[in-house]
């Protein structure tokens, strides 16, 4: 992603009380079937993807 789309979620972000907004790739969104398949648990990409959102809007 770049620096300038983390400056946009950090600007919805202030604008909205206490919420975020979750920049997805299509790589991101062909993890679900994936997981899904395999039977693995989507919270936890959706998680990672949330901690790393966090992380550079800080």
């Not at 790739?25 to 901690?51: N, S």
């Amino acid at each position: 992603m770049k620096p300038t789309y983390y400056e946009h979620v950090k600007r919805i972000a202030s604008e909205k009380e206490g919420g975020i907004t979750l920049l997805l790739t299509e790589k991101d969104l062909m993890v679900f079937p994936r997981q899904a398949i395999k039977g693995k648990d989507r919270e936890q990409h959706l998680q990672e993807t949330y901690d790393k959102t966090v992380r550079m809007i800080s």
